[in-house]
């Protein structure tokens, strides 16, 4: 699976969008992004995944690029409670896929 | 949907005794896996199950590390004689084969190998 490249920590104010980046300069056609958080001493708890095109779901929306080299993951409104980890991801979807690799993940803390 | 549970949450052994932990995955969920995360760092890969067949193994999977699935539902994850290295929280999530394969964990089990 391809690598990502992510801030290792961000601020961000409470009732503001949180923008989280990632890079995945190498990442291959059949492979999907995925973002996942984890909030201390909780599993990891998956957030959204795209291909190309843009998707939104009640908890973020996630862009990607035109070239697929980059995303953002966007939290519209951040509370307290998004205080966490995020991990952007690359995989292989299908039967093709199976592991997800974590890098170090961003630590985002939603501040009053 | 009542979401991936493992059992125990918490276990707390002496160097040299076993350990086994049990994870039940989403209903119907075809896939199982198992991860390892220590402190400070994202979880690693251990092992996956697509029904009964285990079909992948990592390195970090010693030969003390033993899982199975003999149903394809739940599985378990077995140490013998644990190590310090082995305290970690050990997380297990499942998913449905298809199109994207979307994996949802579970709580985990922190293990602490005194």
């Known amino acids: 699976d391809a690598k990502t490249t992510q801030p290792t920590s961000m601020d961000c104010a409470e009732g503001r969008a949180a923008n989280l980046p990632c890079n995945h300069s190498t990442i291959s056609g059949n492979e999907y992004v995925y973002w996942y958080r984890q909030i201390h001493s909780q599993g990891p708890q998956y957030i959204i995944h795209g291909l190309k095109n843009n998707e939104t779901n009640e908890m973020a929306s996630l862009i990607i690029t035109e070239d697929r080299k980059s995303s953002t993951l966007i939290l519209p409104h951040a509370t307290l409670r998004d205080t966490a980890v995020y991990y952007c991801?690359?995989?292989?979807?299908?039967?093709?896929?199976?592991?997800?690799?974590f890098g170090g993940g961003t630590r985002v803390l939603v501040k009053p | 949907d009542t979401g991936v549970s493992q059992d125990p949450r918490h276990k707390i052994t002496k160097r040299g005794q076993n350990v086994t932990f049990r994870c039940d995955p989403i209903s119907e969920h075809n896939r199982l896996y198992w991860y390892r995360q220590t402190l400070g760092q994202g979880p690693e890969f251990l092992t996956y199950f697509q029904n009964e067949a285990q079909l992948e193994k990592s390195r970090l999977l010693s030969d003390r590390f033993s899982a199975e699935r003999p149903k394809g539902s739940f599985s378990t994850l077995e140490i013998q004689r644990t190590e310090q290295g082995d305290s970690a929280m050990y997380l297990c999530?499942?998913?449905?084969?298809?199109?994207?394969?979307?994996?949802?964990f579970g709580p985990g089990t922190r293990l602490t190998v005194l």
């Open positions: 991801i690359v995989r292989v979807a299908g039967a093709a896929g199976n592991k997800l690799t």
């Open positions: 999530a499942s998913s449905l084969l298809g199109r994207t394969d979307t994996q949802y």
